[in-house]
């Protein structure tokens, strides 16, 4: 398994085990409780899976909003084909919804 994991992870796993090796429960429990933990994760793997599903979620949220924004766009540029909105109306329609749609894409996780 070492192999398979990045210098930064294998950083991650030194560092968990140290300290769990030093920490008492009662600490553990009350960090938990400070921090807001949505999930008690006992090895680095469930720590490393359950980090991977929070990033999926948000992924998943901010794709959710690219593709409505995307759909507006759409819908501009469909009414604009169509002769019921002018160019000038069209584009400064489009101009937050383009903004907004940046500020989404660059709130997106980078691919590795």
């Known amino acids: 398994m070492k192999d398979e994991l990045s210098n930064d992870r294998l950083l991650l796993v030194n560092q968990w ?62 009414l604009h084909k169509q002769g019921i909105l002018s160019k000038k109306k069209k584009e400064q329609m489009l101009i937050p919804l383009r903004q907004k749609l940046d500020e989404l894409y660059e709130q997106m996780p980078k691919a590795a």
């Open 17 to 78: 085990t140290d300290f769990y090796k030093k920490t008492s429960d009662e600490t553990l429990r009350k960090i938990r409780k400070e921090v807001g933990m949505e999930l008690i994760e006992t090895t680095i793997s469930e720590h490393i899976r359950n980090q991977g599903k929070r990033e999926g979620k948000i992924e998943g949220k901010l794709e959710g909003k690219i593709e409505g924004i995307s759909e507006q766009i759409a819908i501009l540029e469909s």
